[in-house]
């Protein structure tokens, strides 16, 4: 009988194991920053509307294993932190698809203040790959664009676009 419940017990530290190990990969933030230190961590930081959508894969050192982002386009309306590299008034966000990989879920034809860093990995352990922006939900990227950008101009002025 002793054999058996050390066979339970094996069991039962593996499943614990696997779980606790599955779940440190599971998105967390720790508290919400104020918009002044948003401001100051963030590379990037517009307020536009989504445009365009689109889902890809990330080649991952896993083998078999697939890791899915998002990448956004936005028209901009204002630029609140960040030179644009572009001439154009569209900028690409890449995040995470949501459920437990911290990405943000922008719907399209929506406005935004969006919050970015550039990067040059998808994940961590990833390989380098060209720098491009990005935004999680533990950055203060909201579609409350009024309220945010009131507290945005508390600390500076946007930089707005003109029509040609």
Not at 21 to 32: L, R
Not at 117 to 130: D, F
Not at 131 to 157: G, M, P
Request: a positive charge.
């Amino acid at each position: 009988m002793k054999k058996n419940n050390n066979k339970i017990t094996v069991l039962f530290l593996v499943l614990c194991s696997l779980f606790i190990w599955n779940s440190s990969y599971a998105c967390s933030c720790i508290g919400k920053a104020t918009t002044k230190q948003e401001l100051k961590s963030s590379d990037f930081v517009f307020r536009g509307t989504v445009i365009e959508e689109s889902t890809f894969v990330i080649d991952t050192l896993f083998g078999d294993e697939y890791v899915y982002n998002t990448k956004y386009k936005f028209k901009v309306q204002s630029i609140y932190k960040g030179k644009k590299k572009y001439h154009e008034q569209e900028v690409i966000i890449t995040t995470g698809v949501g459920n437990g990989d911290c990405g943000f879920k922008f719907e399209k034809g929506k406005e935004y203040i969006v919050y970015t860093n550039w990067k040059n990995k998808y994940y961590s352990a990833g390989k380098q790959v060209e720098k491009f922006l990005y935004t999680n939900i533990c950055k203060r990227t909201t579609s409350d664009t009024e309220t945010e950008e009131t507290e945005i101009e508390k600390y500076i002025k946007p930089c707005k676009w003109v029509s040609p």
